[in-house]
């Protein structure tokens, strides 16, 4: 056995409640990542059951470049369970997918948002979905291809970063509570991609050098607004203004829809300094656009709020990050009476985006998170729902 091998099995062999010959439910897209995952596993002794979720009519997504779950995706993973000898199921989830997910999406650019439908996947199919299925299977685990550390220090489980802060998820997984991290595995939380790939071909994996895939799954279009188009839910409301924050219409927008926080390309405005979408207003029909200045903002408030181990009794001081590629910054996060919160950064923050998550946390530890409802703080933008 390699060293590197050793090294991955290691935390597989020493997890405070899982036993040798235990089911497990791994979920498996046909990547690399899900695919060493289940492999670690079934070498660590564990009964694995392959799992492939069958979201959304895949119809034209074949081998559709730089997408997740295509029809060769599911085969690769098939070929995967049958090489190493455990068996591999695919379920169908496509009625949940499209309403917790898919109508999630459309709703939240119908709503003026930046939707994360990525997250939603997560929370409300592979660690909800995903979970009851493996209970009626009678498997105690579920297990993922995800770059997230989960330990179980003084009776609670914790969710950290991964080793490798180039790969790390965290930011996606911040809606887990001690009920379902009991019940999760991330077998890669201690290894860095190119590792990944490295024990993929010492596993003897087919697929050792795939390309990862990146690109929203169910978005075959090139651009988002042309998914909404062909959904029939482009909204009717026809040309709309394209206004500066200092109430003058610089042009005329084709679709409030078509554009999102921060945008500086294709406004088809001319104006002496660059211009941003720093709002979308969707009762008025209006694109507001200013400086770049214009998109620091200092306060947000975010709903529909979890928490890893309970919500605060009160502020809380830690760091907040409000997209995935951000690094976190200082905030205190202050509860309020309808059950939100107000998260009040001690630096401006860039393009701060309703529809897209914030997630807490504390040298490196997840706390919870939850979704931006409201920005405040920055120009055009008042302390409405604080």
């Given at each position: 056995?390699?060293?590197?091998?050793?090294?991955?099995?290691?935390?597989?062999?020493?997890?405070?409640?899982?036993?040798?010959?235990?089911?497990?439910?791994a979920?498996?897209?046909?990547?690399?990542?899900?695919?060493?995952?289940?492999?670690?596993?079934?070498?660590?002794?564990?009964?694995?059951?392959?799992?492939s979720?069958?979201?959304?009519?895949?119809?034209?997504?074949?081998?559709?470049?730089?997408?997740?779950?295509?029809?060769?995706?599911?085969?690769?993973?098939?070929?995967?369970?049958?090489?190493?000898?455990?068996?591999?199921?695919?379920?169908?989830?496509?009625?949940?997918?499209?309403?917790?997910?898919?109508?999630?999406?459309?709703?939240?650019?119908?709503?003026?948002?930046?939707?994360?439908?990525?997250i939603?996947?997560?929370?409300?199919?592979?660690?909800?979905?995903?979970?009851?299925?493996?209970?009626?299977?009678?498997a105690?685990?579920?297990?993922?291809?995800?770059?997230?550390?989960?330990?179980?220090?003084?009776?609670?489980?914790?969710l950290?970063?991964?080793?490798?802060?180039?790969?790390?998820?965290?930011?996606?997984?911040?809606?887990?509570?001690?009920?379902?991290?009991?019940?999760?595995?991330?077998?890669?939380a201690?290894?860095?991609?190119?590792?990944?790939?490295?024990?993929?071909?010492?596993?003897?994996?087919?697929?050792?050098?795939?390309?990862?895939?990146?690109?929203?799954?169910?978005?075959?279009?090139?651009?988002?607004?042309?998914?909404?188009?062909?959904?029939?839910?482009?909204?009717?409301?026809?040309?709309?203004?394209?206004?500066?924050?200092?109430?003058?219409?610089l042009?005329?927008?084709?679709?409030?829809?078509?554009?999102?926080?921060?945008?500086?390309?294709?406004?088809?405005?001319?104006?002496?300094?660059?211009?941003?979408?720093?709002r979308?207003?969707?009762?008025?029909?209006?694109?507001?656009?200013?400086?770049?200045?214009?998109?620091?903002?200092?306060?947000?408030?975010?709903?529909?709020?979890?928490?890893?181990?309970?919500?605060?009794?009160?502020?809380?001081?830690?760091?907040?990050?409000?997209?995935?590629?951000?690094p976190?910054?200082?905030?205190?996060?202050?509860?309020?009476?309808?059950?939100?919160?107000?998260?009040?950064?001690?630096?401006?923050?860039?393009?701060?985006?309703?529809?897209?998550?914030?997630?807490?946390?504390?040298?490196?530890?997840?706390?919870?998170?939850?979704?931006?409802?409201?920005?405040?703080?920055?120009?055009?933008?008042?302390?409405?729902?604080?």
């Amino acid at each position: 056995m390699s060293t590197l091998l050793d090294t991955a099995l290691a935390p597989l062999l020493e997890h405070p409640t899982l036993r040798r010959g235990d089911r497990v439910l791994a979920a498996m897209s046909g990547g690399v990542d899900s695919s060493v995952m289940a492999a670690l596993l079934h070498r660590a002794g564990y009964e694995v059951i392959g799992i492939s979720m069958q979201l959304f009519d895949k119809k034209g997504l074949q081998t559709s470049e730089g997408k997740c779950c295509t029809l060769d995706d599911f085969q690769d993973a098939r070929r995967v369970a049958y090489d190493l000898g455990f068996a591999h199921y695919v379920m169908d989830f496509e009625e949940r997918f499209r309403t917790t997910v898919i109508e999630g999406f459309i709703q939240g650019y119908l709503d003026g948002e930046t939707p994360s439908p990525c997250i939603r996947c997560n929370q409300h199919l592979k660690f909800s979905t995903l979970m009851d299925r493996a209970e009626a299977l009678g498997a105690a685990f579920v297990a993922t291809g995800h770059y997230a550390t989960i330990s179980h220090e003084d009776g609670r489980w914790h969710l950290r970063k991964a080793s490798d802060p180039a790969k790390d998820q965290s930011y996606f997984l911040f809606h887990h509570h001690q009920a379902t991290l009991a019940r999760t595995l991330f077998p890669l939380a201690h290894l860095t991609k190119p590792e990944v790939r490295r024990l993929g071909a010492e596993l003897g994996l087919h697929l050792a050098e795939k390309p990862e895939s990146q690109e929203i799954c169910f978005v075959t279009q090139d651009r988002y607004d042309a998914f909404l188009e062909a959904e029939g839910r482009a909204p009717g409301l026809g040309d709309g203004d394209i206004r500066h924050l200092d109430g003058r219409v610089l042009g005329r927008h084709h679709g409030y829809w078509r554009h999102t926080i921060g945008q500086r390309r294709g406004l088809g405005v001319a104006f002496a300094d660059p211009l941003y979408v720093i709002r979308l207003e969707p009762a008025t029909n209006t694109v507001w656009v200013g400086g770049e200045a214009d998109l620091f903002g200092q306060e947000l408030v975010a709903r529909e709020l979890t928490w890893v181990d309970g919500p605060p009794e009160g502020p809380l001081a830690c760091e907040a990050r409000i997209r995935s590629r951000s690094p976190e910054a200082e905030a205190l996060v202050i509860p309020l009476p309808d059950g939100r919160v107000k998260v009040a950064f001690a630096e401006p923050q860039r393009a701060i985006a309703p529809g897209q998550a914030v997630v807490f946390y504390q040298d490196g530890e997840v706390l919870g998170g939850g979704w931006i409802d409201v920005c405040a703080g920055r120009p055009g933008i008042g302390p409405s729902g604080l």
